[in-house]
């Protein structure tokens, strides 16, 4: 584990204070390093869900970089007066690291999805950059872990990006990261907008940090998880005036 950078406890979860493009550049020096490296992109849904699993939060303690996914997460550091560079989103970074992959012939494996998302996202992957080789893929679907990890460890790929959704694909990769020396990423549902079954937010609803809005009104279903968030809130004020009971 990298101990590079500092560290910024919110809830107690660790954050790696690091910017976008210094995380990148990192994760391009480890993979050309041929390092093992587990990145967790966390927003305020896994915090809450770290606090009360003991066995998940070990996990993402054991992780090489743990990022904040979700304006939240900036806003409870910035409460809590340890405040965080900028927002590192997994989608942003699977994307820039498939733009670097593509550019140095790196191979990915990819598991996660639908099946029918997982080979509209490898479509997408051939088109978008025709030079990374697709060390193999396979839906989240998957029964028997050890056919997809035997592949996995065959292919000995670069980078592993696992869209499992979370606690699923964290646990996963805690279990095989060793299989293989590759920089291992649990990306959500970054899949489904790589293959365009769900429409990322606008510039605007991003820049504005109200993306989560926006997902709402796309997948209403959401709502009860978003409740998260204000909940996710009330406890940093309570952790900043010493009134949280760990």
Not at 119 to 139: F, M, N, Q, S, W
Request: hydrophobic share 40%; proline share 4%; aromatic share 14%.
């Amino acid at each position: 584990m990298s101990d590079k950078y500092e560290k910024v406890a919110v809830l107690g979860v660790n954050f790696t204070k690091i910017t976008n493009r210094e995380l990148l550049e990192q994760l391009k020096t480890d993979s050309l390093n041929h390092s093992n490296r587990f990145v967790i992109t966390a927003n305020p849904e896994i915090v809450l869900y770290a606090r009360d699993n003991p066995e998940y939060l070990a996990i993402i303690k054991s992780a090489d970089y743990t990022t904040a996914d979700g304006i939240g997460i900036i806003k409870g550091a910035n409460i809590l007066k340890t405040p965080l560079p900028e927002r590192v989103t997994g989608f942003d970074t699977l994307c820039s690291l498939l733009e670097f992959a593509d550019k140095e012939q790196k191979s990915v494996y990819f598991l996660g999805a639908k099946p029918e998302t997982i080979k509209k996202t490898i479509a997408k992957v051939r088109h978008e950059y025709p030079a990374l080789k697709i060390a193999g893929y396979h839906d989240g679907y998957f029964k028997d872990a050890q056919e997809v990890t035997a592949e996995i460890k065959v292919s000995n790929p670069d980078f592993v990006f696992v869209a499992l959704g979370f606690p699923k694909q964290e646990f996963f990769i805690a279990q095989y990261r060793q299989l293989t020396a590759s920089i291992w990423m649990g990306v959500g549902g970054s899949f489904d907008v790589l293959a365009g079954t769900v429409k990322r937010a606008p510039l605007f609803w991003q820049k504005h940090h109200i993306e989560w809005l926006y997902r709402l009104f796309q997948e209403p279903s959401r709502f009860w998880r978003m409740l998260a968030l204000p909940k996710y809130l009330i406890m940093v004020y309570l952790e900043k005036f010493g009134l949280l009971k760990n």
